[in-house]
């Protein structure tokens, strides 16, 4: 391990929690072996840790009563919302902890509002979570896959860009006997240890026909495909015994993404049901907790899809909801500005503090400044193979941290609730006429 000041993250040995564990939060990886830097983890190796270390930034805050002036000013804007029966979506707990994941649904439920992940925000579903819902998956934790997989097949998934320490104990320094890594056309190789011998590339476009001819060569023994990317892969499927296939998320271009994410699934029932072999696919995310979303959602609603709560219970929708329905978004960590929404929708956006200049809140955008998970606030994040890890603040925050956030705006909704009807015709119009700046 290393000393000394880490000057790039603007963190000091003074200002760091002295019972901090040190795990990078940067995305689902959760990394807890790293070098450490003034007992903070060194990121500077992975483009996704520098990107997130970028994002949290160093913590300008606010003063404790602008924070509360605008806690408040949301609170009072969603109790409008609520009252004339307006579309509420929140978006991007998948960057959150588990206990403000479980707070933000039960805020809600108290709502009637949708909870949407960002990539399906603008696209009204997560094809990977209905393939699952309707195929199922053959997964794995990543240790199994570590100890006993003989080959592993990266899908769209250039780790050695975005997760190197991931790459380290899966990747070709380790002891695999074979891998293989489906890229896009365009994708680089530069110093990374892959060669192209170890590389299909296959236009995002093209990969539900792709993933579909794999699987009827698999099925067919006998004809062999005249696509040699094919054929290679299907020599690697036949060639294992424990066959990991890692997906990232997904690459720009895919067409027809619900039917690649059932194809997938598809080829892997395939390969499990031909042959001598274990076939097992798992997803390495860029977001921090993921999959502790897929399990707050799936606890309380049965399903991980896009989903509306409400006192009654959740109403699935999938494929039904899009961004331009809603009539107010709140947003947690998603990096999504006033620019990105559709004008007329209403908006307050939760993020690190230095996101936000002096002047962040506008007519129809509030901005609340918060700590980031494993950085300026602590919580339990799920690993991306579902392993529980608690997070430590590894600096003093300096914000008010989400859950509070989300029980003050609850007890100022729940303690106003039945006040609203005195006020209704003033707040409709104030709603009205600053949703339309
Ligand atoms: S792979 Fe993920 S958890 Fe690990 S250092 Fe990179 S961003 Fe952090």
């Given at each position: 391990m290393t000393t000394g000041e880490d000057s790039s993250s603007g963190m000091t040995a003074s200002s760091i929690h002295p019972g901090a564990v040190p795990v990078c939060a940067g995305c689902g990886c959760l990394c807890h072996d790293l070098e450490l830097l003034s007992g903070v983890p060194?990121?500077?190796?992975?483009?996704?840790?520098?990107?997130?270390?970028r994002r949290a930034g160093s913590g300008i805050s606010r003063t404790q009563d602008d924070s509360n002036d605008r806690i408040a000013m949301a609170a009072s804007q969603l109790r409008d919302a609520l009252h004339f029966g307006r579309s509420?979506?929140?978006?991007?707990?998948?960057?959150?902890?588990?206990?403000?994941?479980?707070?933000?649904?039960?805020?809600?439920?108290?709502?009637?509002?949708?909870?949407?992940?960002?990539?399906?925000?603008?696209g009204?579903?997560?094809?990977?979570?209905?393939?699952?819902?309707?195929k199922g998956c053959t997964a794995a934790s990543w240790g199994e896959i570590r100890l006993r997989s003989d080959a592993v097949v990266l899908w769209y998934a250039p780790l050695w860009h975005t997760h190197p320490h991931w790459m380290e104990r899966f990747g070709p320094a380790s002891s695999r006997a074979h891998r293989l890594a489906v890229v896009s056309p365009d994708s680089s190789l530069a110093s990374v240890g892959w060669i192209e011998d170890q590389m299909i590339r296959v236009d995002p476009g093209q990969s539900n026909a792709f993933l579909r001819a794999v699987r009827a060569s698999l099925k067919d023994d006998l004809q062999e495909s005249p696509d040699a990317s094919v054929?290679?892969?299907?020599?690697?499927?036949?060639?294992?015994?424990?066959?990991?296939?890692?997906?990232?998320d997904d690459p720009p271009g895919l067409a027809d993404a619900f039917g690649v994410a059932e194809s997938f699934a598809d080829l892997v029932a395939e390969a499990n049901s031909t042959g001598d072999r274990r076939v097992?696919?798992?997803?390495?995310?860029?977001?921090?907790?993921?999959?502790?979303?897929?399990?707050?959602?799936?606890?309380?609603a049965g399903l991980s899809t896009p989903m509306r709560f409400t006192a009654d219970g959740p109403a699935r929708a999938l494929g039904e909801?899009?961004?331009?329905?809603?009539?107010?978004?709140?947003?947690?960590?998603?990096?999504?500005?006033?620019?990105?929404?559709?004008?007329?929708i209403r908006f307050v956006t939760v993020d690190a503090a230095d996101r936000f200049g002096p002047d962040s809140n506008s007519g129809r955008t509030i901005s609340i400044p918060v700590g980031t998970c494993g950085l300026g606030a602590s919580g339990t994040l799920i690993r991306g193979d579902g392993v529980v890890v608690p997070v430590r603040n590894v600096r003093k925050a300096s914000d008010p941290d989400l859950l509070t956030i989300l029980h003050a705006l609850r007890n100022?909704?729940?303690?106003?609730g039945d006040s609203n009807s005195a006020e209704s015709g003033d707040a409709n119009a104030r709603f009205g006429a600053e949703a339309a700046q």
């Open positions: 060194d990121f500077r190796n992975c483009e996704l840790a520098r990107n997130f270390m509420i979506a929140l978006v991007g707990l998948e960057h959150t902890a588990w206990e403000v994941q479980k707070a933000a649904i039960a805020l809600a439920e108290d709502l009637g509002a949708w909870v949407v992940r960002e990539p399906e925000f603008q009204g579903g997560s094809p990977w979570a209905a393939s699952f819902a309707q054929r290679r892969f299907v020599h690697t499927v036949r060639n294992s015994h424990w066959l990991a296939i890692v997906r990232g097992v696919s798992t997803h390495v995310p860029s977001e921090i907790n993921a999959a502790g979303l897929d399990a707050v959602l799936s606890i309380r909801w899009s961004a331009d329905k809603a009539d107010f978004v709140v947003s947690f960590y998603t990096g999504l500005s006033e620019e990105d929404i559709p004008a007329g100022a909704l729940r303690a106003k």
